[in-house]
């Protein structure tokens, strides 16, 4: 190895021949497997396939496929030392302080990606759940210096993303948890859970965005591309919905706040048209409709859209919303109503939509 003094003179001319010190990495160049329960199978980004073994390391672009139950041996392995069997499930590490249980049923893949550019490039990991269960346990996030968050730990903040079909969640600290669940009834609609059970986390989707979720915080999002529907199950937090080229609209929510998006193209054009409600717990409404980098119009000011002709109908497209995403309007509108009290049913109806063409 060489003397200090000859790697000071390396750096020195490293230096002086305009080269940038690297950045430290934050996590490891594999991801290591330090609990598996059940034959967990995993897909290698050169596609070979293999069940995943304790204390082994795997490449990044891994897909992992985790048992719904354990198998039949496992079960007597168990039985014969006593133990209780556990449920499927394996536990990764990506670094010291970052260490994630994916649960039964889960389909993820872990991702190595990296966002911005030059100096400011910052290295990310996601997991990209397409059903299942995360549980996270970062511990280096909520690092503190001095009350404040220091430059290593906001960027430990920054570095994990658990991407789902209907939102991303970002800036986890501490012990969260997300899940994926397939509607058995309609394809290509997920049901989606985010949980922040110690820490806190953020999440980010199509026209919205929640802020920070905190210790005892839960929501479920539904939908599509076409839909998406916010519901808080616990906590209060505040998110921050597009409005076209106007200023955010800001919705705090609690208990018995529902937030419903729905979206299509103008026939006119194809530009994306995006309609918003929000049903809050003391019966007030808010509704507004924009065209991708337009003005928003709240449905109070007289907007006409035919969006309530199809959420009380429930049969047509939706006329000027085109063939997606306005068929869903009635079924799930109504089905939003029953989850909540009914006080969102007749939200169409109350503001008088009628004709929007776009």
Not at 51 to 61: E, L, S
Not at 195 to 224: C, Y
Request: aromatic letters at 8%.
């Amino acid at each position: 190895m060489p003397s200090r003094t000859v790697r000071g003179l390396l750096a020195a001319a490293a230096l002086l021949c305009g080269a940038a010190p690297a950045h430290a990495a934050i996590f490891e160049p594999l991801f290591m497997v330090t609990k598996v329960v059940g034959e967990v199978r995993i897909e290698k980004p050169n596609g070979t396939t293999d069940v995943v073994r304790k204390d082994h390391a795997y490449p990044f672009g891994s897909r992992l496929i985790v048992p719904t139950q354990i198998t039949e041996a496992e079960a007597k392995a168990a039985a014969a030392e006593g133990a209780q069997p556990e449920d499927p499930q394996i536990y990764v590490r990506l670094a010291r302080d970052f260490t994630f249980r994916i649960g039964a049923g889960s389909d993820v893949r872990i991702l190595d990606e990296t966002t911005g550019d030059g100096d400011e490039v910052q290295e990310l990991k996601v997991f990209d759940l397409a059903e299942g269960t995360i549980d996270t346990r970062i511990s280096a996030a909520v690092k503190k210096n001095g009350g404040t968050l220091d430059e290593k730990a906001e960027k430990n903040l920054n570095a994990v993303i658990v991407r789902t079909p209907v939102a991303e969640s970002t800036r986890l600290a501490e012990r969260n948890k997300i899940q994926v669940a397939k509607d058995p009834e309609r394809p290509g609609y997920y049901n989606c859970f985010f949980e922040s059970s110690g820490g806190w986390m953020e999440i980010h989707g199509p026209q919205f965005d929640l802020d920070r979720l905190k210790k005892a915080t839960r929501v479920q999002i539904d939908g599509n591309q076409e839909f998406t529907s916010i519901t808080p199950e616990s906590g209060e937090f505040t998110g921050t919905f597009e409005k076209g080229a106007d200023n955010n609209e800001k919705v705090f929510f609690r208990t018995r706040c529902v937030a419903k998006i729905w979206r299509s193209h103008a026939e006119v054009g194809g530009r994306l048209v995006v309609a918003v409600m929000v049903s809050y717990p003391d019966g007030q409404k808010k509704n507004y409709a924009y065209l991708e980098g337009q003005t928003g119009v709240d449905a109070d000011a007289g907007a006409k859209t035919d969006i309530g002709q199809t959420e009380a109908g429930g049969e047509e497209a939706g006329g000027e919303w085109g063939e997606t995403g306005g068929g869903e309007w009635g079924e799930t509108e109504t089905d939003g109503g029953e989850e909540n009290g009914g006080e969102w049913s007749d939200a169409g109806n109350d503001t008088d939509f009628g004709d929007w063409s776009f």
